[in-house]
């Protein structure tokens, strides 16, 4: 038997984060993982997604050397290189983490974990079973791929996230079904190494959880690149043959069919709730997970649950670990709440895109007097050099104190730039602060003050409005 103040069932981002976090709060803390230190973020999502979108950059980079002054000759790209710089990133990430827990004083179980009361764990291990007592007990045990009920979603030439970064060869064409971060990113990667991508979302828009805007830029670039997009429009059947399939929609302009040799389903993810014995303790997840309240407490005392387990919060690794610090504070009598009006969402295709708070039809709906500015990257001097000018910065502003509330952007490194906003609308900041805040020049983020000057309509390097 193994006692300890905190048991953690998973080690991804929110799991191994608390682990960490208790640690250094001077708890002694069990952390049970069943597959994978670092969760599917860092073996399977995230973190592998990055290192192979990198990989497309640079291609695509290459072929644009010219441009640039340099000569590189006959450009091209190696699959298997491709896969292996994903692994040693993976590896490395992940032996990281190992190290961090190891160091930490975090005792790593490798099993299956399951409740025998509230606060009493049942693991199945390799070579027998152990049990684990626990003061409180968190659950972080992440999320899988989303089944729908499509006809034919289950046959052969079907893959789901997991499988399409494990693929020794690239398909020649591929449909994906899902317009959300992962559909667009996958997008991305495949039709930068030339492999001809249908791209299929049942909403009107793509990213349609994010600010408009960026779902009409991203259709418009990615459109310009050579990606099929089909918004509005639902997938219907797949007929599979020997080497690919059949992708029967139903859209806008009525039934089409589109010949592909593989399918990515990117429809969305269900919590892992299956297993965990959640029955013993009385708890009923709903299929959005399980119940907490802003402290990430369950309805029974002393558990906790985290990350896309979770009900509350989107499913995305940052909110994770921020929810897993705030269980573990609050688990060991620290003052922690879990605050959800600055998380930043981040999409990783070619261009980013990215936004944090209001968008402009959540803020109109609150009721707010909107005042809105957007500062396209065309007028963006970096942008400009890096021949990268796709893409714009969007300011979503209160009209009557000018107080922020979301920035959203398309381009070159959105995913950095929405740090400011992050940042500007926890310390509640106003239109004029990010005026006066001396951007450096030149650099992207000058984008950011000229969309907060556009939306009182004196941005500067913009023609002046008539």
Not at 229 to 239: D, F, H, W
Not at 335 to 340: G, K, L, S, T
Not at 417 to 438: K, P, Y
């Amino acid at each position: 038997m193994i006692r300890a103040d905190i048991a953690i069932i998973g080690a991804g981002p929110g799991g191994y984060v608390a682990a960490l976090r208790a640690s250094q709060l001077g708890a002694k803390v069990v952390c049970i993982e069943k597959q994978w230190i670092g969760g599917v973020c860092l073996n399977w999502g995230c973190v592998p997604t990055k290192a192979m979108l990198r990989c497309a950059e640079v291609y695509a980079l290459a072929q644009k050397a010219d441009q640039f002054g340099v000569t590189v000759g006959q450009v091209g790209f190696d699959w298997a290189k491709v896969q292996q710089h994903k692994e040693r990133v993976v590896q490395q990430m992940t032996g990281g983490v190992s190290m961090l827990l190891r160091r930490g004083g975090v005792q790593v179980l490798m099993g299956e974990a399951s409740f025998a009361r509230a606060n009493t764990l049942t693991v199945r291990l390799a070579d027998g079973r152990e049990t684990v007592v626990a003061d409180k007990i968190l659950i972080a045990t992440g999320s899988r791929p989303l089944q729908v009920p499509i006809p034919g979603l289950d046959g052969p030439h079907v893959l789901d996230s997991q499988d399409v970064i494990a693929l020794q060869s690239l398909p020649e064409s591929i449909c994906i079904i899902g317009g959300g971060a992962i559909g667009l990113e996958f997008g991305s990667l495949f039709n930068t190494f030339g492999v001809q991508v249908t791209l299929v979302e049942m909403l009107p828009r793509l990213a349609p959880l994010m600010d408009a805007s960026i779902g009409d830029g991203l259709a418009w670039t990615l459109g310009n690149e050579g990606i099929a997009i089909k918004t509005g429009t639902r997938v219907t059947r797949i007929e599979h043959g020997a080497s690919g399939c059949t992708v029967e929609m139903a859209g806008p302009d009525g039934e089409s069919k589109v010949e592909v040799e593989k399918v990515l389903s990117a429809i969305g993810r269900a919590p892992n709730v299956e297993g965990l014995g959640l029955e013993v303790l009385g708890i009923h997840p709903t299929r959005k997970g399980i119940q907490v309240d802003n402290r990430m407490r369950t309805a029974v005392p002393g558990v906790y649950a985290i990350g896309d387990v979770a009900a509350d919060g989107p499913m995305l690794a940052h909110v994770a670990s921020h929810q897993g610090i705030v269980a573990v504070e609050d688990a060991l009598g620290h003052p922690a709440v879990m605050d959800y009006a600055a998380v930043p969402s981040c999409i990783f295709s070619l261009p980013e895109a990215a936004g944090v708070g209001l968008t402009e039809e959540q803020a109109r709906e609150a009721g707010y007097e909107v005042q809105v500015g957007i500062f396209g990257l065309a007028n963006n001097g970096k942008a400009v050099a890096m021949k990268e000018t796709d893409g714009f910065v969007k300011v979503v502003s209160e009209a009557q104190h000018g107080a922020l509330l979301g920035l959203h952007a398309v381009g070159p490194h959105a995913s950095d730039l929405i740090l400011e906003g992050t940042l500007g609308l926890n310390l509640e900041v106003t239109l004029e602060e990010l005026d006066h805040t001396i951007h450096p020049h030149p650099t992207l983020g000058e984008a950011i003050a000229e969309a907060a000057l556009a939306a009182r309509r004196r941005a500067l390097h913009l023609p002046r409005p008539s």
